[in-house]
């Protein structure tokens, strides 16, 4: 996933109304003013929101005219989930690595005290 | 936490060792080169400018001799507490993937909590890293765990 593009989902995503959003076309596609009643928001707002979560791809809307449904895109929430589980497997087993070596080096430095 | 350690991938833990000895396996070239990324990859440490303004960059080397830049500059050091760069992770020609790392050691006498930050972003000028670290407020670790639930 390219930079640019991840750099727009999490954006997206650093919303808590949008994330909402998100569960809720989870359950399947909803309209504009589908999405506006629970959230007691104006549609103005949520298609606000709709608009951030379309560029950045996590959304799509339907070709409806009249009520542009909108539905998840859950391969783009997929990818952002596998680059976070990449990267924290990564971190994690360089910190695992760097207390073990930690271990060498207190045991090293005790060495050189005792000389 | 009440530090920006709840944005972006956040992963801590706690070392056996006191904190300036963290901060010297962390900063110290020589040390880097033996613990830095996954095991079975070898890496080199071709620079490591620790300053402000100053660049670092590893290379991993894979068993197949494949070679995985990693580089960027440094916009904070606050020995022994705190490094704040821009990181960007090669992956092969047109693959780079960048982001902002966030290091804090936190003193527990014996002990040191190192805690790192991995947010990914376009932002390397640090003022962009400071308007970045300041407008993101969700925790993706538990939102990894959240996805599952969106994509049933």
Known sequence: ?115 | MTQDSSNGIVIERVFDAPRDLVWQAWTDPAHAAKWWGPGGLKTRVDELDLRVGGAWRYVMTGPDGAEYPQHGVFSEIAPPERIVTSAAFEYGPGMTQMAVMTYAFEDLGAQTKLIMTHTPSEAFDEQMIAGVTAGWNANWDSFVDYVPTLVG
């Open chain 1, 1 to 115: 996933m390219a930079t640019e593009l991840l750099d727009l989902t999490f954006a997206a995503l650093a919303d808590p109304t949008r994330r909402a959003i998100l569960a809720r076309l989870a359950s399947g596609e909803a309209s504009v003013k589908e999405l506006a009643e629970p959230f007691a928001m104006s549609q103005p707002a949520i298609s606000k929101h709709l608009r951030v979560l379309e560029r950045a791809g996590l959304i799509s809307r339907g070709r409806d005219a009249q009520r542009r449904p909108a539905r998840l895109e859950a391969q783009s929430l997929a990818a952002v989930a596998d680059y976070i589980e990449s990267y924290r497997a990564f971190w994690e087993e360089g910190f695992v690595r760097l207390a073990a070596y930690l271990q060498e080096l207190k045991k090293e430095t005790s060495h050189d005290a005792g000389q």
